[in-house]
């Protein structure tokens, strides 16, 4: 692919993703539709708290995509089949242990969990049961995770749209038929989900035996069977696992102190969170294509088209966040009320709002960067950044408490803005002295 091109790769490689992204929200309200249907609300509860556990459990995994992308995108800018095939397995192998790991670890997760989330006595008994259902697709959610980055890595999105299509659509009809027809209630939730999730994970190992057909090279058994093998997957993994945390670790703060200011404030502080949500779809497209096409050229030694694939990136981001900016300046109300029709929650959302307005121009630049970053498996650095972010984040918190949500929101605010700047900062510096080409040297454009 020549330099010339690469503006043109950002959308095709971008729209599946956001497309994919959009089915993440309508499978949340049929759900909760199915659910909120029943005679009893605690079977709402139940789905709300088990669904919220396997939220933050397995996000907390998600380097396994983001791990494999980058250095699959490298290898194929290296044009190394045999390293494309062994980084699958590599992948797959450490997803699948994972997977059983969590399984045994069942008891010990779901009780401090749900622990933590501190629902009602008679909620909770269901969440357990719902719980101890969903966490038995750990190793099918780990191995799709590992799929979906090896796909992604090849500049093949179109597959993460199929996969997350199918995985959706198979669960929505489940719900129905397990909930509605059968009258399995919570637990029926969770059926469905386990059971489209091994569907998803047939089918894309289905689609992974195709495109082995089309590389060279074999499995090599020094490399899947070697623990020392695996130092590469396991140093780029390992950042970004702590990376992970720390943003868990940043809105599970956020919607803790915000739940100490009432469930009003923790009502609207959800709501406003969604908007976040929005834009972060559309955002996480343009910040995966920026993922395959940075990594491709890293892997090339091509820092021209290193330097243009994130420059199209920017461009096709930058314009994403401006939208949704106007969307929240002009029509911000109207969301809310679509959201939401209680009064107070309405409100006080809106009074919160202008963080909403300015969030997309500060946030735009962690979604581009986190890209870029994985692309040239950088991980250690968005480690690094992250830890910074919070280490400024709690204090201004803590001296802004006077200040109420409003306190609250600057924090957050903050430690995106400190976050974003940081990457950007290490970006630049690179530029000149990393990703010009003055280092050719494998290790050290890994730097792990």
Do not use: C
């Not at 999730?197 to 490399?223: E, P």
């Amino acid at each position: 692919m020549s330099t010339s091109r690469s503006p043109t790769r950002i959308w095709p490689l971008a729209w599946p993703i956001i497309l994919s992204n959009i089915t993440v929200p309508l499978l949340g309200l049929v759900d909760t539709a199915v659910v909120g249907h029943l005679p009893d609300s605690r079977y709402m509860a139940a789905v709300t708290l088990g669904a919220t556990l396997f939220s933050f459990l397995y996000w907390g995994f998600g380097f396994l995509r983001m791990g494999t992308t980058g250095l699959t995108s490298q290898a194929v800018g290296r044009e190394d089949d045999s390293d494309i095939r062994n980084l699958l397995g590599q992948s797959l192998l450490l997803a699948l242990g994972i997977g059983v790991m969590l399984i045994l670890l069942a008891e010990p997760l779901i009780s401090f969990g749900l622990y933590l989330l501190d629902g009602s006595e008679a909620a909770m008994s269901l969440a357990a049961s719902y719980a101890h259902i969903r966490i038995l697709s750990a190793p099918a959610v780990m191995a799709n995770y590992a799929i979906l980055g090896w796909f992604l890595g090849q500049q093949n999105s179109r597959v993460t749209l199929a996969i997350m299509v199918l995985t959706n659509s198979v669960n929505i009809v489940l719900d129905l038929v397990f909930v509605v027809g059968l009258g399995m209630t919570s637990d029926g939730v969770a059926w469905a989900t386990v059971i489209a999730d091994y569907t998803a994970l047939a089918v894309g190992l289905w689609l992974v035996a195709r495109q082995l057909k089309l590389l060279q090279g074999k499995f090599l058994r020094q490399r899947l069977l070697r623990l020392g093998a695996y130092s590469e997957l396991f140093q780029v993994n390992r950042h970004l696992f702590v990376r992970t945390l720390g943003l868990l670790f940043a809105m599970a703060f956020f919607t803790a102190q915000g739940a100490s200011q009432g469930d009003t404030v923790l009502a609207a502080n959800a709501v406003l969170m969604q908007f976040i949500m929005i834009t972060s779809y559309a955002l996480d497209g343009f910040a995966h294509a920026a993922e395959a096409l940075t990594g491709r050229a890293v892997g090339r030694r091509d820092w021209p088209l290193f330097g243009a694939s994130v420059r199209a990136a920017a461009r096709f981001s930058l314009m994403t966040a401006g939208v949704a900016m106007a969307a929240f300046f002009f029509g911000g109300d109207y969301l809310i009320a679509l959201l939401t029709d209680l009064p107070d929650v309405r409100a006080t959302a809106g009074d919160y709002l202008p963080w909403m307005i300015v969030m997309p121009a500060i946030a735009v630049w962690s979604y581009l960067l986190d890209g870029v970053f994985i692309g040239a498996t950088a991980t250690r650095e968005m480690r690094d950044t992250i830890l910074l972010a919070l280490a400024v984040y709690l204090p201004v918190w803590w001296f802004t408490q006077p200040l109420g949500n409003h306190g609250l929101w600057l924090a957050f605010t903050v430690f995106t803005l400190v976050r974003s700047a940081g990457l950007a900062a290490v970006y630049l510096h690179y530029r000149r002295t990393r990703w010009d080409g003055s280092q050719i040297s494998r290790q050290a454009d890994n730097h792990a």
